[in-house]
Structures are given as C-alpha cells and as structure tokens.
C-alpha cells in the first residue's frame, strides 16, 4: 500500500463527541440571534443596490461614455431609491419634531403618515404570522391561514352590521370574537380531520383555502350579506359602533396593533408559561414521546389548530372592522401566506413574528412613495423583500458569507445522529 | 497491512477528545477499543476515518506516514468503517448498496455493470460466509444482515483495516455471535479489526488485543488473557465497579400486577402478546428474557396504556389498568421505556422539563393552565443532585447529555414518586459500565422499598443479574420462570431460541437461524 499523499484541506464540520461546553451566556446567545437578522437585511440591501442600478438602463448607458458619472449616479440612484423607501415607510423624525414643537397637529398627523402605513401592513401580518408561528410548535404547517383570515372577516363584518343600536364597547368585542370565531373554525376543520383520521393539515389547508375565497364570493351575493341596491359581490357597511378607532384622529393606524401586539403576548405566554403550550411543544418536537408522558396528541391538534385559525381570523376581523368597513373579494392582498414567510423569518417566536411583521409592513408601506419619489418600479420592493425573506430563511447563507462559524451544538447534534459515539 | 497511530492529540473547543494516543493494530488481529461513552473512542476513529484532521500525531500504514483529508482518502488507503448506524439506501438492492460510489459501468452508455459487481458481492460473502442474498433489497433485511452489507462494502472497496463502531449495540445475542464468526474469518484472511465497544464479555470473547482509553487517553492496552472482567471495568472507569449487583434476597409481598390472559395484536392482526399470564408481586424482580421481537414491546405498551389490548386483563393490586398512560401513571406506575430518545425523553427540552414531562399538569408544577416555573426549576435541580445527573444546567437541553445521564433523566422523573410498580424494558441498553451500575442499584433500592418490578431486557447479563425470577418470552408466551440458580446461559438461550422447557440441546442450531427474523421491524421503528 503506497503513502496517501497529503491532499487539499477540505473544510469538515467539526463537532465533539462530548457535549462542547458552552462558553457564551445567555447574553451572548441572544446577540447571535440579532446579528444574523441584521446582516441578512444589510446583504439583501446591498444586493438589491445592484439591482437598481443594474435596472435602469440609462444608468448602464453611462457606463460606457462616462464610468466616473456613472459611479455618482448609481450612488446617488441607490441612495434616493432606499431615502424614499425608509421616508414612505418610516418618515422624517426631524418634521416630526419640528411639528411636535410648534404644536402643529396637522403637521404631526402628515408626519406620522408614513409611521401609520406601516403599522396598517404590519398589524394582519402579525396575526397570520403568530397563527402559522403557533402551528408550527406543534409540528403542523398551516397554510390555510388565508382561508382562515377570510372567513374571520365574513363572520366579522356580519356582526359588525347585524347588531344594531349597541355600544361600541359591548359591539366592538362581539365583532372581533366573531373574527375569532371564524378562523377557529377554519382551523378546526383540518384539525379535527388531522388528528381523527390523519389527513395531511398542509393539503386540507390549502384546498380550504380555496373552499373560503369561493363561499366568501358567494356569500357576499346573498340577500344577508350583499348591500342593498347592489350588483357586485360587496358586504353591507359595519356599524359604527363596530369600527375599531383609530390611534389618533386622522390617522389610518387604529387600535388594531394594540390587539395584534396583545395576541403576541398571549401566544407567548401560552406556549412557553402555561401547560397546554408545554403539550403542544412537546408534541411539535416528539409527538412519541409527548404520548408516553400522557398528552394527548389528537387533543393538541385539534386545539393548536382552532387556536392559528382564530389568530388569523383576527387578522381578517382587523382589517375589516379597522379599514374599509366592508368586506369584498380579494381585499387580502395574500396576508395569509406571507403570514408563513413572517412565521419563519420571526424564528416562530411571537416576538420574532412582531418584527418580522413590522420589516414587512415598512417595506410595503414604503413601496409606493418610493416609485412615487424616484421612479424605481415598485416590483424592485418585491424584489428585496424576496432578498430579505432568502438571506433570513437561508442563515446557513449569511453565515458563509461572512465567515460566521455555526454554533458547535448545531453540527454536534446534526452529526451525532450519524456517528453515535 | 499494519495500521499505526502515533500521539494523537484532537482538541475541541473547551474539550481535548483524545489526548497522545498511541495505537497499533497489526494484520490479522482484532484489536478492541474498550472505554465508556465519551472517553474520545469515537473521535479516534473519525480521525483514522479522515473525517478530523488531528491537531497532533501522525498515522502511519505500514510503518509510512499518511495523511487524511477525508474520508476518500481513507478508504483508498484501505481502512473501512461500519458506523453505529448503517449507511444504507433502503430501497436499493444488496448489491446495488455495495457499489454505490464505486460503480462500473459498462460502454457504450455507461450503464452500470451490475453482475459484475454482482458476482463481487457473492463471491466476497462466500469466502467469509457472510450470508447475504445480493438481489435482496435492503429494506427488507434485518438488522444483523444490514451491517454484513455494511461490512460487504468495505470489503468490496478493498478494505484491509476494518472499523467496527459499537456494532453489537444493534444485535441479538445470536446476531452477535454470528458477527464474531466474521470478524474471525476476516482475521484469518489479514484484515485488521478495529472492533469499538464498551461491552467487557464481548471483548474478553472476541478481542486478540485490548487497549482501554478514559477521558481521551489510552489508560493501557492488554490481552484477554492477561486480564478480568473486573480490572478492564476498573481501567475503564478508573476505579473499582460492582459489576454484580450486591443485593439481599427479595422478600415478596402480595402480588402487584397481575396479567391475565393478554392478548395483544400487531397492525397485522398477528398475536404478538398471545394469551400471557404473569404475576409481579411487592418487593420482587421479575425480568423478562427474550430475543427482541417475541412480543415483549407490545406487553410493555400494553401495561403502560400506550397499547389497548385485544383480549384480557391486567391488574394492579386488584383494579384493572387504565388504558392511557396518564391514567397508569397516576395508578403509581413508574415506565422506563425501551428507547430513551424515542419515547422518553424529548432531546430539544431542557434537563429540567424533561424531569416533568408527564406530571407537568399537576401541582406543585401546574395550577390551573399555568407553568409554575419556580417549582419546575427546584424540582430540577433537587432531582440532579438526588440521581447525580452530570449536565451543565438543568437548563441545558436533554439531547446533550450522555445516554447514562439521560437514562438517569428519565429514572429521576420515574423513581422520585410514590409508586408501585416499575416497569422498565432495556433500561441500560447503550450505556457505560458505570451507569449501568448506576440505575441497577436503583432498580434494586425501589425494590427493596417494596415496589414490583418488571424488566424486560435482552441482555442476559442483566436478566441474570437483577431478576428475582426470569421469564423467557418467545413467540408472545411466556415459555418457561427459572429461578437465578436455576438460569444458566445455557438454559436461558435455548429457551430464547424457542426451545421446549423439558427438550434437550439439540433444539439450538435451527432455533438460533430462526430467531434473529423477527428482530428486524424492532430495532427499525
């Protein structure tokens, strides 16, 4: 047998046979889980810098004649296309002082403008999010919280005008409750079919979610629902005891954020503080082993699933009873499966959804003043958010690109289940 | 070939895995690496294997140094591994598995020349009387059948050095022995073993030479013998250890469990429990013996609530069984299950939830809908010290720990409450000399504070060790109790084989072919 020759150092992942002791506290642990986000946001932005610039074909025509003008332009291109992006999502704090200063209501209400776009994206997105997030837990993956999100806002737009004559607080409760209502049971549906006879949640979720659109279609054509005097597929306007205030007078955001933000707390306490959220992340993780401790995994199911599809039918009921007040095909600009992109990229953690929710609410709030302002089409936004959405789904990519090693826990259990020891 | 490692040192983070060790494995010789979970046995190999590049020490093949930087360049060195678990495509072929990566093919297309690699196969597994069917699909193979494939292919790469990872922890007794057969074969025709494992009898049995590592260093190598049961666990664990369990005569009480006529029916409609009879009494061990696959897990399952049964009746101190495990386990029933990860534990859960993960509903830890995190954490952290569990944190999760402290885990959570009846199937499957030591002296302590105990274990050493009384369980009946002195090896394996209580020897050789069969959908699932 002749002498292997030394050949090219390959990278092996490496792991310990023995648990590798964890040198970082908590606080360190915590930082990682910031850094990564961070880094996947600045890398789609930097990637979607190229894109403008490559776009746009005057810009690329300088290149040739004037490469020194192009840089500048391309520069000041980028720099213009995000200003307008963070300014129609975000707005100018310095107008916002000035007008805070001189007492200026009016300028204060057009200065949080922007502020209050994001917020209107950010609060149904938080809700499907945490619906798809709690889902997850328990190892089902809810597609179907769009059909949920539709049959919540039908349920909640029918009591929004059924109820006549009550007060906004006793009104206002049952509608949002209806919205609830709905989605949970949208969601109960594939529950029930998942944990009685095993039916996949992924299929029967996506099939409901034509089933919704379409009685939602066909609901709004009955004599209950459809407004007087008209033709097309549109609800009867909500009483005004069932709209839900907005934050300030003037203002498009309303109260709505303050419920999805409550909803964050409440799915946070429930999967971490309280018993039933024990089940279901025990059952997310080892449905065999959460049966051997007494859990029962049907039981979970079915609540897991009435619970996401109640979350997202809060989603529908807020844009419904925060908005327009009337409810009309495709109003739901797909709140539902972007929800699942939210869930993921927010790391199913109910805070991880609430900023998820938020970076998605700004970069749609901040689409059109920016094809307003400079001109760049709307579908580079798309094309970002898809950025954004690849390097948050994909930190395996990030960290290559920056040379971030892997937690050693991470390769040492990938590994062991191999190796064994 | 002469295979030679000389000071190895490989350091992790935080960890120095293997510390100057030093190793030379000659041709034609098995030569086993002896040492508890995590004394580094495993690191070794992988950077024989090339899969870790060491951070010192150089390896040497006939008396050159080598250098690895994969795997690739191991195995066209000549060194074959068999992991733990099997590398195997499950729907492909016998012969398909062996020469993937290795393909020939055949002009003008390139397609692959299957009944030459077929006739490679065969005629590999004759000359070492291997046994394997090369038009078999692996699927369908049971386990000890699947690592003969597994030792096929390394053979078909060439293989003079041959690494055996643990690959008795995946075998019935008869599989083992079958496997020794093979290991002697290949000695004889040169081929260097390097057979890892932490069993002692399968070592003193099968090994020319012994070299013991702890904590990353090789603490002494030796022969067979030259040496004892008793110092090689000592080298091990680096004191003395009990390897017989000390244990007073049991006094039985009034009988706990009681299992009448229980029939339990696998998804094929087929009696897997087929009309058994037992009884458990207070303050006794009965152990069950058994070649896995006999109905032993369905009896389990069928006790625990997990499995509803078919026909029949089990009792506990006179009141039937519920049939869910939340129920049972209120009854005062305490469940060791045969697989830890499987079904006992959940690995992402830390330490401290896994320690209540079936009473997590109920006060002190619950009230009403909510965790009482405090109580968690003192249930924790008293349980650790109690049952000396050696994690980081209670906090740390389950699936970090070494399989005996999370077999400890899984004891602390079962033994710390008022119970009446233990019932533990493999309880020390997988584990060091030290835990085994370890949760039988626990087993017996529950006993002796009056608790029944059902154990059910494949390992006749254990059976033998701790029953009180032994079942042998064959076909789903309970084939014959033998008192310990009454349960010699002997005995016990005819009886596992399927031989009538008052046969002769005789009955062994057909029994032994037909046994390990039915292990297969076992040690799968």
């Known amino acids: 047998m002749p002498p292997v020759p030394p050949l090219r150092r390959r990278p092996v992942r490496l792991m310990a046979d023995t648990v590798a002791p964890r040198s970082s506290s908590r606080v360190l642990a915590a930082l990682r889980g910031v850094v990564l986000p961070l880094l996947a946001l600045l890398t789609a932005f930097v990637v979607g810098a190229f894109i403008i610039v490559l776009t746009d074909f005057e810009l690329l025509g300088m290149w040739g004649s004037d490469p020194l003008a192009a840089i500048g332009a391309s520069w000041s291109a980028v720099a213009s296309t995000y200003g307008a992006l963070l300014g129609g999502s975000i707005g100018d704090p310095g107008q916002l002082l000035g007008a805070l200063f001189s007492l200026d209501w009016e300028g204060v209400r057009r200065a949080l403008g922007p502020l209050s776009e994001t917020i209107i994206s950010a609060t149904p997105l938080i809700f499907t999010g945490l619906s798809v997030a709690l889902a997850f837990r328990v190892g089902l993956f809810n597609i179907g919280a769009e059909g949920q999100l539709y049959l919540g806002s039908l349920f909640a737009v029918i009591a929004g005008f059924a109820f006549v004559g009550l007060p906004w607080f006793i009104h206002l409760p049952i509608a949002i409750a209806a919205g609830f209502l709905g989605g949970a049971l949208w969601g109960f549906i594939p529950g029930l079919l998942k944990a009685r006879t095993g039916a996949h949640e992924v299929i029967v979720t996506i099939m409901l979610n034509f089933v919704a659109y379409n009685l939602i279609n066909w609901a709004l054509k009955t004599d209950l629902v459809q407004r007087e005097g008209r033709s097309d597929p549109i609800s009867k306007i909500v009483e005004p005891s069932a709209v839900i205030p907005p934050l300030l007078s003037g203002l498009r955001a309303h109260w709505g954020i303050v419920l999805a933000l409550l909803a964050a707390l409440a799915v946070w306490w429930l999967l971490f503080r309280s018993t039933k959220g024990f089940e279901f992340r025990a059952v997310g993780f080892n449905p065999r082993a959460a049966r051997y401790a007494g859990m029962s995994i049907s039981w979970s199911t079915v609540l897991s699933m009435v619970t996401a599809g109640g979350l997202a039918g809060l989603a529908g009921a807020a844009v419904i009873l925060g908005g327009s007040g009337t409810l009309s095909p495709g109003f739901s600009p797909g709140y539902g499966f972007d929800g699942i992109v939210v869930a993921l990229v927010g790391a199913t953690k109910p805070a991880g959804v609430v900023a998820a929710a938020f970076l998605f609410g700004a970069l749609r709030a901040g689409a059109t003043p920016m094809q307003a302002a400079t001109g760049t089409p709307i579908d580079i936004v798309v094309v970002i958010q898809a950025l954004v959405i690849m390097f948050m789904a994909a930190p395996a990519l990030v960290r290559a690109i920056y040379r971030i090693r892997a937690e050693q826990r991470v390769g040492a259990e990938g590994f062991a289940k191999g190796w064994g020891s | ?525």
């Open chain 2, 1 to 525: 070939m002469k295979l030679e490692l000389r000071g190895i040192t490989k350091r992790f983070p935080g960890v120095v895995a293997n510390e100057g060790v030093s190793l030379v494995v000659q041709p034609g010789e098995i030569h086993a690496l002896l040492g508890e979970n995590g004394a580094g046995k495993t690191t070794l190999m992988n950077v024989l294997y090339g899969l870790y590049q060491p951070d010192e020490g150089e390896i040497f093949i006939d008396d050159l140094p080598v250098q690895f930087s994969g795997p690739g360049d191991a195995i066209a060195a000549g060194i074959g591994m068999v992991h733990q678990h099997f590398m195997l495509v499950p729907v492909f072929t016998v012969t398909e598995n062996v020469m993937l990566g290795v393909e020939t093919t055949l002009p003008p297309f390139g397609r692959l020349d299957r009944p030459a690699a077929r006739r490679r196969v065969v005629e590999i597994s004759e000359r070492h009387g291997l046994r394997i069917d090369p038009d078999a699909v692996v699927d369908d193979l049971p386990v000890g059948v699947r690592q003969r494939v597994e030792i096929v292919k390394t053979l078909y790469r060439w293989s003079d050095v041959l690494i055996l990872d643990e690959p008795t922890a995946v075998l019935t007794p008869q599989e083992t022995d079958e496997l020794f057969e093979i290991m002697h074969s290949l000695e004889e025709t040169g081929t260097a073993i390097v057979f890892i494992t932490h069993k002692l009898n399968e070592v003193l049995e099968v090994a020319d030479r012994i070299t013991v590592l702890r904590r990353g260093k090789v603490v002494g190598t030796t022969t067979p013998a030259e040496t004892s049961r008793e110092e090689l666990a000592a080298m091990m664990v680096g004191r003395n250890v009990q390897l017989t369990v000390d244990r007073p005569l049991a006094k039985p009480g009034d009988s706990v469990l009681e299992v009448r006529d229980l029939v339990v029916r696998d998804e094929r409609g087929h009696a897997a429990v087929d009309h058994l009879d037992l009884t458990v009494r207070a303050g006794e061990i009965l152990a069950i013996a058994g070649v896995q696959g006999n109905g032993q897990s369905e009896l389990v399952e069928a006790i625990t609530g997990l499995t509803e049964p078919d026909a029949g009746d089990i009792r506990l101190s006179g009141k039937a069984l519920a049939e869910n495990p939340r129920e049972v386990y209120r009854a005062g029933v305490a469940h060791v299950p045969e697989d830890r990860m499987e079904d006992g534990l959940i690995s992402e859960f830390t330490v401290a939830d896994n320690l209540v993960l079936n009473s997590y509903w109920r006060a002190p830890f619950a009230s009403g809908m909510r965790l009482d995190g405090d109580a968690i954490v003192e249930n924790a952290d008293s349980l650790v010290t109690e049952f000396d569990i050696r994690t980081p944190s209670i906090f740390n999760s389950v699936g970090n720990l070494s399989g005996g402290n999370q077999q400890k885990v899984i004891a602390a959570r079962e033994f710390s409450r008022p119970i009446s009846l233990i019932v533990a199937a493999q309880p020390t499957r997988g584990l060091d000399v030290g835990s085994i030591e370890y949760i039988h002296r626990r087993i017996v302590a529950k006993r002796d504070e009056g608790a029944a105990v059902l154990i059910v274990s494949s390992e006749l050493d254990e059976v033998v060790a701790l029953g009180d009384r032994i079942a042998v369980m064959f076909q789903g009946r309970i084939v014959d109790t033998l008192t310990p002195e009454e349960a010699t090896f002997e005995r016990l394996g005819l009886l596992m084989g399927g031989a009538h209580p008052e046969d002769g020897v005789q009955v062994a050789a057909g029994a032994a072919g037909a046994a390990p069969a039915p292990a297969a959908g076992e040690t799968d699932g």
